[in-house]
């Protein structure tokens, strides 16, 4: 099935680092979001963007919506071994369309 | 306040069995979609409803069915299981008005065929 690029695919850092992933799209997209998984749960949303070029906050976590529409940004700062997981991208496109599709997963891997 | 939930959390069907799978929104939110996640992929969209509609759905086959309820629970539906479609089925809620907006998901339901 369809799925954005996302990058990098995972990554090891170490605690109190900061933390820069990406998601591109071939296509425009009107929404984003940002999910964090853990291990055998369910994605929980971290931030949803709706404008390009809007940079929204959520404690250390900073999203960008690109200016192009066709990619986004997601920074931690001062990792901590909590943020362990995996992160997704989801994008929605034209209206009328109701689907989100979603991104290959970055692995954030924190070393203490 | 009670977030999304989802049932069975597990489950283990053979080759050829059907699998019913159910889900409640958040209180007020009229949207429910459905989501398969394979092991070490994003979710793949397989349908949304709204208000009892269905409003979209994504490319997987007609053994794949659901419906919304008037309390907007809903079902996903799987007949003729393959070995293939064990997945993690994920559930999400949203408030669904002009467009699907915030998606807020359960914790799914492990599904394994064999």
């Known amino acids: 099935g369809q799925q954005l690029n996302q990058s990098p695919q995972s990554m090891f850092i170490q605690e109190g680092e900061d933390v820069s992933m990406n998601c591109t799209s071939s296509?425009?997209?009107?929404?984003w979001l940002w999910y964090k998984q853990d291990p055998g749960e369910g994605p929980v949303l971290l931030i949803a963007?709706?404008?390009?070029?809007e940079l929204t906050s959520n404690g250390r976590l900073t999203a960008q919506f690109g200016t192009t529409r066709k990619d986004s940004f997601l920074n931690i700062s001062a990792s901590i071994p909590s943020d362990v997981g995996i992160y997704f991208c989801?994008?929605?496109?034209?209206?009328?369309?109701?689907?989100?599709?979603f991104g290959t997963g970055t692995r954030l891997k924190v070393l203490a | 306040d009670a977030g999304v939930t989802q049932s069975p959390t597990h489950l283990i069907k053979t080759r050829g069995q059907h699998v019913t799978l159910r889900c409640s929104p958040i209180?007020?939110?009229?949207?429910v979609s459905w989501y398969q996640q394979v092991l070490g992929q994003g979710p793949q969209f397989i349908f949304q409803?709204?208000?009892?509609?269905?409003?979209g759905r994504g490319n997987f086959p007609d053994r794949f069915s659901a419906r919304q309820f008037p309390n907007y629970s809903s079902e996903l539906n799987v007949n003729a299981l393959l070995l293939g479609d064990s997945a993690l089925y994920l559930c999400?809620?949203?408030?669904?008005?002009?467009?699907?907006?915030?998606?807020?998901f359960g914790e799914g339901s492990r599904l394994t065929v064999l």
């Open positions: 296509s425009i997209f009107n929404t």
């Open positions: 209180s007020g939110h009229k949207s």
């Open positions: 999400a809620s949203s408030l669904g008005r002009l467009n699907t907006g915030e998606l807020f």
């Open positions: 989801a994008g929605q496109g034209a209206s009328g369309t109701y689907k989100y599709i």
């Open positions: 409803y709204y208000e009892k509609e269905e409003r």
């Open positions: 963007l709706y404008k390009a070029g």
